[in-house]
């Protein structure tokens, strides 16, 4: 969304925000600290590095500008989805087999890291498994056959193809082909699965500091220097995982990714015998469009329903509105249900839709751009950024060698040329191309 995090910035009124069962007393950076690492940024990325390297006995500071999981770490539609937003077919294409087969290897690592958190440190965040990709036409299923095909040459057997009766016992809706379960992947409430972390951190003997935008990211031969408007961190290493939101505070980064906004709204609660009629087997979905719907139930039985983008990170005037009809148009039995809650919230997008790894000089290191895929893709990013800091760079290195790809129009024109790729996609999803 058009918002900057700042100091005063509250969470969305999101239905993450009204129902999270931990509510913290920020901490603002003020005066002098030092530590071995300072995280800027208290989303998954930042967290997921975090957990790890103090689990290694580290000194960790983190700093953030608004509060925990404010960004898209909080405001998500809470599906744990494998993989990249870029294929395994596309990546392989793109940069040859040995990469396809090192990506292809990891691809379920990120959920794997969530599930073990989960479990380790207690966390409370409504976890449910199963996710399911659902097709509309027969060439999605098509696409859908090629994926588990490809994902079993890698490995991977989790995928359970469905057919037309198949995905009505999981759905309740008769729009569909088609679809594909995952049974490696889940769902679960985005915000308290950050705020559980923040915790686990905090019981490791990180230090969290909120409220307290930084203001500039400094580097010389002994380390790194992390400044905000009453205090600073002086680290070893600087790990920057602002992401969708960093604004410009590394300027060498500003332009590396897009923010894109995303939709999201919650029904008032549609009691449990309305909503399994919805979603018998209570597992979130994704359709497989490149303008995609995704929805799953809550745990107080809301559907929350998501979709709908907007390049450039700005919102638009009525989210109800833009979601509505497409919630419609798969459970016309919700007509007229009431939604309780309907927020915005950014992701950040990069050209190649693979997330980037980076190194700006010695001490900083940086990762972001998971264009959509970042529930799993920010948590195996920040334990590869925690095993580069320790020393071992040969996954690091592998991301980091990936050629970064300039939107076409630079910064100026970037959003505008998207809109334009994304008009001519809605266009094929349309017609069933």
């Not at 958190?117 to 966390?123: L, P």
């Not at 590394?250 to 909503?275: H, I």
């Not at 630079?410 to 959003?415: C, I, L, N, S, V």
Request: glycine content about 12%; proline content about 4%.
């Amino acid at each position: 969304m058009s918002e900057t995090p700042n100091a005063n910035s509250a969470y969305p009124p999101s239905y993450y925000a009204a129902s999270r069962n931990i509510v913290r007393q920020p901490q603002v950076l003020e005066g002098a600290v030092e530590a071995d690492i300072c995280v800027v940024g208290a989303g998954y990325s930042g967290l997921s590095a975090a957990i790890s390297l103090a689990e290694q006995g580290f000194k960790v500071v983190m700093v953030e500008a608004a509060e925990v999981g404010w960004g898209a770490s909080g405001r998500n539609g809470g599906q744990i989805v494998n993989g990249l937003n870029a294929s395994l077919g596309t990546i392989q294409r793109r940069y040859g087999q040995q990469t396809a087969n090192f990506i292809g290897g990891l691809l379920q690592e990120g959920a794997g890291i969530i599930y073990d958190r989960i479990e380790r440190y207690g966390i409370n965040c409504d976890l449910k498994r199963g996710n399911i990709y659902a097709a509309y036409t027969p060439k999605h299923m098509d696409e859908l056959k090629a994926k588990q095909a490809l994902w079993r040459n890698h490995g991977m057997d989790d995928h359970e193809l469905l057919d037309r009766a198949q995905i009505r016992q999981h759905i309740g809706s008769d729009v569909y082909e088609g679809g594909m379960i995952d049974h490696s992947g889940a769902h679960m409430h985005p915000l308290n699965l950050a705020l559980g972390e923040a915790a686990a951190l905090e019981s490791l003997g990180g230090v969290i500091f909120e409220r307290s935008p930084v203001t500039k990211v400094e580097q010389d031969a002994s380390g790194a220097t992390v400044s905000t408007a009453k205090g600073q961190v002086r680290a070893k290493t600087a790990l920057i995982c602002g992401n969708a939101y960093l604004g410009n505070v590394v300027p060498e980064l500003t332009a590396r990714v897009m923010p894109v906004s995303t939709q999201m709204m919650a029904t008032e609660p549609l009691g449990e015998e309305r909503a399994k009629a919805l979603l018998p087997t209570d597992m979130c979905v994704e359709d497989v469009r490149y303008i995609l719907d995704y929805f799953r139930l809550s745990a107080d039985h809301r559907l929350i329903f998501g979709g709908g983008v907007v390049y450039g990170g700005t919102d638009p005037a009525d989210v109800e509105a833009k979601l509505r009809p497409n919630m419609v148009k798969v459970f016309p039995q919700l007509k007229n249900v009431k939604v309780d809650y309907a927020w915005s919230g950014n992701f950040a997008l990069s050209f190649s839709r693979v997330p980037q790894l980076g190194r700006l000089g010695k001490n900083i290191y940086f990762a972001h751009g998971y264009s959509g895929h970042g529930i799993t893709g920010s948590h195996l990013f920040g334990r590869i950024l925690s095993e580069a800091v320790r020393g071992d760079m040969t996954r690091f290195d592998t991301f980091a060698s990936l050629p970064w790809i300039p939107f076409p129009g630079g910064r100026m024109f970037r959003a505008q040329y998207s809109t334009l790729g994304s008009w001519w996609y809605a266009l094929r999803d349309r017609l069933g191309l």
